[in-house]
């Protein structure tokens, strides 16, 4: 097959624009692959989760009962260790709910710290 040497130009600038476009596109027009797509929807659905289960959780630990004694010992805990403080006492399993949560534990742990009782 044989181009027309006056099509040829044309071509190589499709081709060059083409690959310019991408480049931009990809780098600042704020396109993402399918992959890219899907690891921030989930990051965004697994945050919304959190966000609304954490409150559930303050609740649980404020209908223990004694949530005063129990909110000093928990600032006491180094924060590392204040998620497994939570999961252990039960606070951030949920209702129907064999497990907990690490980041429920975790922002509960951080509400329940920041609570006024």
Known sequence: MKVSSSLTPAL???????????????????????GTAEAKAEQRASS????ALAPI???QFKSAGDATAKQEEL????????????EKAGWATM???????PEVARACADLISKLTL
């Not at 476009?21 to 780098?27: E, H, Q, T, V, Y």
């Not at 919304?48 to 966000?51: E, L, N, R």
């Open 95 to 101: 209702p129907g709910s064999t497990e907990s949560n």
């Open 12 to 34: 190589w600038g499709a081709a060059g624009g083409a690959i310019l476009l991408a480049i931009i596109g990809f780098s600042w027009g704020g396109w993402v692959t399918g």
């Open 57 to 59: 959780c303050v609740v």
């Open 75 to 86: 600032k006491k805990i180094s924060s590392w260790d204040q998620r497994s403080f939570v």
């Open 48 to 51: 919304a989760v959190v966000a």
